[in-house]
């Protein structure tokens, strides 16, 4: 299992490198991401950002209803006017939870295990998480989007 890098740890606020294809055929990549994502679910987490394990690369492992996803270069195409609050929680911020407002449904633009680009629609919990996972490649940790709800 690997270490969780937790809040304030300057990585958290760094924007992630884009990773290559060089990157992503690398045998070590594929320990990597194997790594990531059982820290992932032994820790109960829904998704977990490569700079919370301390790599400042844009990858992201997510539980899907158990099956794990891998996203690499995630980039959001499309957001959804709609949005909506819930209650979220950060495994590199531990035991807090805030309400956090964020779009119901997004278009995704990522590279799979094989290098090729993808798109994926989606909504709910996932599009949550994804959103939330893809802040962390960019700096932006749940709790800068915290909200007071009346």
Same mark, same amino acid.
């Given at each position: 299992?690997?270490?969780?890098?937790?809040?304030?740890?300057?990585?958290?606020?760094?924007?992630?490198?884009?990773?290559?294809?060089?990157?992503?055929?690398?045998?070590?990549?594929?320990?990597?991401?194997?790594?990531?994502?059982?820290?992932? #679910? +032994? =820790?109960?987490?829904?998704?977990?950002? &490569?700079?919370q394990i301390n790599q400042s %690369?844009?990858? $992201?492992?997510?539980?899907?209803?158990?099956?794990?996803?891998?996203?690499?270069?995630?980039?959001? #195409? +499309? =957001?959804?006017?709609?949005?909506?609050? &819930?209650?979220?929680?950060?495994?590199? %911020?531990?035991? $807090?939870?805030?309400?956090?407002?964020?779009?119901?449904?997004?278009?995704?633009?990522?590279?799979? #295990?094989?290098?090729?680009?993808?798109?994926?629609?989606?909504?709910?919990?996932?599009?949550?998480?994804?959103?939330?996972?893809?802040?962390?490649?960019?700096?932006?940790?749940?709790?800068?989007?915290?909200?007071?709800?009346?």
């Amino acid at each position: 299992m690997l270490p969780i890098i937790t809040h304030p740890n300057p990585i958290l606020r760094q924007k992630a490198r884009e990773l290559t294809r060089e990157d992503i055929l690398n045998p070590k990549f594929k320990k990597l991401m194997a790594d990531m994502a059982e820290t992932m #679910l +032994k =820790k109960d987490g829904f998704g977990l950002a &490569a700079p919370q394990i301390n790599q400042s %690369i844009r990858l $992201v492992t997510v539980n899907n209803n158990g099956e794990i996803a891998v996203f690499l270069n995630p980039k959001i #195409l +499309k =957001k959804s006017w709609r949005k909506n609050i &819930a209650e979220e929680g950060c495994l590199s %911020i531990p035991n $807090v939870f805030l309400p956090i407002k964020r779009h119901s449904t997004i278009t995704l633009e990522f590279l799979n #295990l094989a290098g090729d680009k993808q798109i994926l629609k989606t909504k709910d919990l996932l599009a949550r998480v994804l959103q939330h996972e893809i802040d962390h490649l960019d700096g932006i940790l749940f709790i800068d989007k915290a909200e007071k709800i009346n």
